[in-house]
């Protein structure tokens, strides 16, 4: 299993700014995922980081908007831009385990906008 | 594209009871299922998953699912709830098409379990 540690667990944010989650796994992986999770809904994919190049983003997410960065095969962040209250949702951080398929989650960051 | 639907929003059982929690899922191909469950302010925690062979597959904390083929479904069990599984359980599918499309997965709405004493 993956051991995934999100800053900051939670924030409480004005409308018009800008935030970054940083997402840290205990060991080395290939594949990073973030979702969102808005408030009463289920968990939607917006990107999945992959070290040594861009992020790539699912229908109705961008770059401008979403940014990431992987810098490792430990770290990744995920800025939330130019934010308004529908931004307001837990923000996920994944990463797939050695066995095929399982995917690790951490906790979340829980993200409100003002 | 990949759907998966859970019917029961929420389900309220008695401790001991036994519980079952529906997932149907639209899907061409064989897909990848799995239960996750969320307690409150924590990550989710794969219960169980299932990739090929015995339908009926076992997972952690007494639970079990099977699948349906014919009624593409993937209905979670377990013989006799403890409080400690108040939650939110989600049923999500995965792309059999490998590599990075085992991080991308479709979830359901999700079901509450509420567990009365």
């Known amino acids: 299993s993956a051991v995934i540690s999100q800053k900051p667990s939670r924030d409480i944010c004005q409308r018009g700014t800008s935030l970054t989650i940083q997402c840290q796994v205990d060991?080395?992986?290939?594949?990073m995922f973030w979702y969102r999770q808005q408030p009463g809904q289920s968990l939607t994919l917006i990107a999945t980081a992959n070290q040594g190049s861009e992020a790539t983003y699912e229908s109705g997410f961008v770059i401008d908007k979403f940014p990431i960065s992987r810098p490792n095969l430990t770290f990744s962040t995920l800025t939330v831009s130019n934010m308004s209250p529908e931004d307001s949702s837990i923000y996920l951080c994944s990463v797939l385990g050695t066995s095929t398929g399982e995917l690790f989650f951490g906790e979340g960051s829980r993200l409100t906008v003002l | 594209a990949q759907s998966v639907t859970q019917p029961d929003i929420h389900i309220t059982v008695s401790e001991g009871a036994s519980l079952e929690l529906r997932c149907n899922y639209s899907y061409g191909a064989t897909p990848y299922l799995f239960w996750y469950v969320q307690s409150p302010g924590q990550g989710l925690q794969l219960l169980l998953k299932y990739f090929s062979g015995d339908t009926l597959v076992q997972g952690i904390k007494g639970f079990e699912a099977e699948f349906k083929r014919s009624q593409s479904s993937f209905n979670l069990r377990k013989p006799s709830v403890h409080w400690s599984d108040a939650a939110e359980y989600f049923c999500?599918?995965?792309?059999?098409?490998?590599?990075?499309?085992?991080?991308?997965?479709?979830f359901g709405q999700g079901t509450i379990l509420t567990v009365h004493p």
């Open positions: 060991s080395q992986v290939t594949m």
């Open positions: 999500a599918v995965g792309d059999d098409a490998g590599g990075t499309s085992y991080g991308k997965l479709t």
